[in-house]
């Protein structure tokens, strides 16, 4: 079992910046194959930064030169660091981390935008 618990999420202006972070326990071998995700309103959910493997990352188009995802491997949380945040990035992110055989998710936080 793997546990993944999101913070750092609320409301902020156009232009402005947040972290997120997400802490992960349980059988976490490493933090390889762990990124986030987000969900707006009436939209899918997307990905948005992952750690693919080793130290290789992968962003969304929209995101990139905005958005930097990090990791501490002593403290098993991986980050999101926001920058530039504009009102089309206001969604639920979650932190996801992919398993052999399946996938865990956490419980999501609110990044809203306002403009």
């Known amino acids: 079992q793997v546990q993944l618990v999101e913070s750092g999420g609320g409301l902020v202006q156009a232009g402005g910046s947040l972290r997120l972070s997400c802490a992960a326990s349980?059988?976490?071998?490493?933090?390889?194959?762990m990124g986030w995700y987000r969900q707006a309103p009436g939209k899918q959910r997307e990905l948005v930064a992952a750690?693919?493997?080793?130290?290789?990352?992968n962003y969304a188009d929209s995101v990139k030169g905005r958005f930097t995802i990090s990791r501490d491997n002593a403290k098993n949380t991986v980050y999101l660091q926001m920058n530039s945040l504009k009102p089309e990035d206001t969604a639920v992110y979650y932190c996801?981390?992919?398993?052999?055989?399946?996938?865990?998710w956490g419980q999501g936080t609110q990044v809203t935008v306002s403009s």
């Open positions: 750690f693919t493997s080793g130290a290789t990352t």
């Open positions: 996801n981390k992919k398993v052999d055989g399946g996938e865990y």
């Open positions: 349980g059988n976490i071998f490493s933090l390889n194959a």
